[in-house]
Structure formats: structure tokens, C-alpha cells
């Protein structure tokens, strides 16, 4: 599909970026207060790029073009000009607050080193690389009878537009049909070899499932769709031309031709659907079934545009 040739049927979404750094100092075996700073980010546009570059890398088999670092974590940079790389301790947590999805990564120095951080740099994971995509210049001092903790939340507010619900999900949900046979060639989505990427289809009925069945008839986006952006460990996927990213700007999209659109991933791998509530499906390469980490849904009984799909605007 060319990207010139899309229609205007889009879903529109606003993501506002921002985040800050918590730096706590405390002594090593005493129960002496803890000193704690907090400094505000600048998040990176190249930042918010290459996580949209990858995100293509890991559902549509794009080639990453952006940075990729030697490792993650948080990089600081000391007062003698030396780069030290913390480890994530874990992968981020995640919790959510009205619209927004809120990824926290928490990294520690527990060695006997002295130093006093002058800024900092966050670098997470997407598609197998390794993308920074935020800076700081918090200043603190470390002494070698002490244990400097790093915790750095990116909050990714989120501001629909139009007949499209967010959806909270802190661990994965499940979405789409399931049908009761599927077998290879799709004779539903036809119109144009565009579509000839849907390999598998489904005669028979199919029966909605998950949030699909819980919000049937209504369009969606999910939290996941978020945090699975600004981190993951997912390696590159099936070739398709189902996503565009453009600056900061997402478009997921599919060449019209049954009522429900979803996306999501089926055990880690990239899937992208389309199906009618009385049966009828298609779907990419995989095993043709349902979503089970669900990012979107659109639903568009009856369309006149070539193209329908969702449309996310990211901003700092």
C-alpha cells in the first residue's frame, strides 16, 4: 500500500510524552536518612522516532534505521566526564491513571565507587535494539559508603479523538474471533492485491472474543499498544505494509473490507485481522486465531474510504 493513496478514514489519537528522574542516596548499613532529588526529563524526538521505527521492525518487518546502543538502562555521565551504564533491575513496572499509562525503570549502584552524576540518559528496549530516548541532568553526589537508587517514569498520556475508548489494560488482554476453521488463502479481502497479506481466512462462523466481545460494535486502543512502544522485548516480525510511521506520527492501517479491523500479537508474534461478527475472517501469517495482547480495534460496518485505521500523533 502507498501511503499517498491513503484515505482520510482515520481514527485520530494525541500522545503527550513527559517523565521525570528520582535519585535517592542512602548509607550502607545504617539507618541514617536517605537524601532524595528529582529532576524533570527532555524527552528526545529522535527518541519517539526510532521507537516508531521499531515498532514497525517488530510488527511489519521494517529495517531499523535509528541509534542503537550498547545496552539499556540509565547512562550517567560523571563530573570527570566518565559514562557509567546502570542495569535495569527489572523490566519497567507499569500502572495507569485516567488516560494515562505510566512505565516506571528503577536501576541501582550498590559498588563501594564514588561519583558525582552531572546528567543522564535513558535507554530502553524495542525490536532487539537498544534506543535512548530521554535525558536529564539531575546532579547528585554518590560516596563509597553508599547506595545510589535511579527510578525514571515516562508517563504516556493519551487524548482520543472521535468514537475511539482507551482501555486500561496492565497485562495483556485478549481480542478478536475465534473462529471455528481456518485454512490457507483469504476470499474475503480481495478488492485489490493489497490485501493478498491476509493468508489465511475463515468461512465459517466466528465467535467474538475477549475485549472484542466485551466492547463489540465500538472502536478501542489499548494501554499495551503504549507500554509495548516505549519497551519490549520482541525480535523483528513478518513482512506486511499495515504500519507507517512518519516524524511522530503512527498510522495502522488495513485496505477495507469487513466490519471488525484488530491488532494485537498472537504469543509474541504480529497479527492483524479482519472479520465479520456472523463469520467470515482473514488474517496476516501466523496462526490464524485470536489476538492475545491486544492493541487496537476498529469497527466500520459500512465504509466508503479505501482505507480505515488508527492515527497516533505523539508529543513532548
Known amino acids: 500500500m502507498e501511503c499517498n493513496k491513503l484515505g482520510k478514514r482515520f481514527l485520530k489519537i494525541k500522545v503527550k510524552v513527559t517523565g521525570f528522574l528520582i535519585a535517592k542516596i542512602e548509607k550502607r548499613n545504617t539507618s541514617e536518612q536517605v537524601i532524595i532529588a528529582k529532576k ?105 559508603d553508599e547506595i545510589l537508587t535511579m527510578t525514571w517514569i515516562i508517563t504516556i498520556s493519551v487524548s482520543p479523538s472521535g468514537n475511539i475508548t482507551y482501555i486500561p489494560t496492565l497485562t495483556p488482554q485478549e481480542a478478536g474471533a475465534n473462529c471455528s476453521y481456518c485454512g490457507g488463502g483469504c476470499s474475503f479481502c480481495n478488492q485489490t492485491s493489497a490485501n493478498s497479506e491476509y493468508a489465511y481466512g475463515c468461512s465459517s462462523s466466528c465467535q467474538l472474543y475477549g475485549l472484542t466481545s466485551q466492547y463489540p460494535q465500538s472502536n478501542f486502543v489499548t494501554s499495551t499498544l503504549f507500554s509495548d512502544i516505549f519497551y519490549n522485548t520482541y525480535s523483528k ?9 512518519s516524524g511522530t506520527t503512527l498510522i495502522i492501517y488495513t485496505l477495507y473490507c469487513l466490519e471488525y479491523f484488530v491488532v494485537g500479537l498472537w504469543s509474541n508474534n504480529p497479527m492483524f485481522s479482519n472479520f465479520n461478527s456472523g463469520g467470515g475472517g482473514c488474517f496476516t501469517p501466523g496462526t490464524p486465531d485470536i489476538v492475545t495482547t491486544a492493541y487496537l480495534q476498529v469497527y466500520s460496518p459500512s465504509q466508503t474510504a479505501s482505507y480505515i485505521g488508527v492515527q497516533i500523533e505523539f508529543t513532548t
Open 237 to 245: 516480525g513478518s513482512s506486511t505494509s499495515l504500519t507507517y510511521a
Open 40 to 144: 524533570r526529563n527532555t524527552i528526545l524526538t529522535t527518541g519517539l522516532q526510532n521507537l516508531l521505527n521499531a515498532f514497525q521492525t517488530y510488527m511489519s518487518g521494517v529495517n531499523y534505521l535509528g541509534v542503537n546502543a550498547p545496552s539499556i538502562g540509565i547512562v550517567i555521565t560523571t563530573s570527570s566526564g566518565t559514562k557509567v551504564t546502570l542495569s535495569f533491575l527489572n523490566p519497567p513496572a507499569i500502572s495507569t491513571e485516567n488516560n494515562s499509562v505510566i512505565l516506571s525503570f528503577t536501576v541501582r549502584d550498590t559498588t563501594a565507587s564514588s561519583y558525582t552524576a552531572t546528567s543522564e540518559e535513558l535507554i530502553t528496549a524495542s525490536a532487539g535494539y537498544n534506543i535512548p530516548i530521554a535525558t536529564a541532568n539531575l546532579s547528585i553526589t554518590k560516596n563509597s
